[in-house]
């Protein structure tokens, strides 16, 4: 059954640095997403992209963030600059239908 | 704004049926779905409400009235691999993404 992948599965990273989160979305889907979850809190939607470029943001994903599709396959989100609070699982999901989520990045700041 | 709750914790035994509540305030979504997470893990797609009714797959059953702007998730013959966080989540009118209720932990006991 194809599935949506992610990597890394765990990042650290110090405050102010830049990560790069991948994702590699299931072949035949056209809509791809981001959500992030706060240890113990909702999964909460950061951006959707669709015909390469974003459909939709929501408040959290300021200029700290960007999405990027750079190839066929692939699917990013960069964080600048990094900051505590930015600690969370990230989520990518696609979707041709329903939203299928991939295994998630645990990003942590220090 | 959309706003969805559930009760933060159910508990229940092996074999039991356990119904767990979403109440809603959405000015209008296509649907309700309802989606299993379990700790560490990955938000996984149960069932979905686009009309009035219930829903049955396998195990669960998902419901919603529109009307009462409320809906559930019933698991039957529960068995421990169901002790998980469950999400009901809508996807508002004109828009691709999802929006998360609270989430409700079941804990199923032998």
């Known amino acids: 059954e194809p599935e949506v992948t992610q990597t890394p599965s765990h990042q650290v990273t110090q405050m102010g640095q830049e990560v790069i989160l991948r994702c590699v979305p299931i072949s035949n889907h056209l809509y791809f997403y981001w959500y992030r979850q706060i240890l113990g809190q909702k999964v909460e939607f950061l951006v959707s992209?669709?015909?390469?470029?974003?459909?939709?943001k929501s408040e959290i994903f300021d200029d700290q963030f960007s999405v990027e599709r750079p190839d066929g396959s692939n699917f990013t989100l960069k964080i600048r600059s990094t900051k505590l609070e930015d600690s969370a699982m990230y989520f990518c999901a696609s979707s041709s239908g329903e939203q299928y989520f991939g295994p998630g990045t645990r990003l942590t700041v220090t | 704004g959309q706003s969805l709750e559930q009760p933060s914790e159910v508990t229940a035994v092996e074999g039991a049926i356990v119904q767990i509540n979403c109440t809603y305030q959405?000015?209008?979504?296509?649907?309700l779905s309802w989606y299993q997470q379990h700790d560490g893990g990955a938000p996984t797609f149960l069932s979905y409400n686009a009309l009035d009714g219930l829903e049955e797959t396998g195990r669960f059953s998902s419901f919603l009235s529109r009307s009462d702007s409320y809906g559930y998730l019933l698991l039957q013959e529960l068995q421990m691999k169901d002790s998980a966080s469950y999400f009901c989540a809508v996807r508002p009118l004109v828009t691709d993404k999802l929006i998360f209720g609270t989430g409700t932990r079941l804990q199923v006991f032998p």
């Open positions: 992209f669709y015909n390469n470029e974003i459909s939709e």
């Open positions: 959405t000015s209008g979504f296509y649907g």
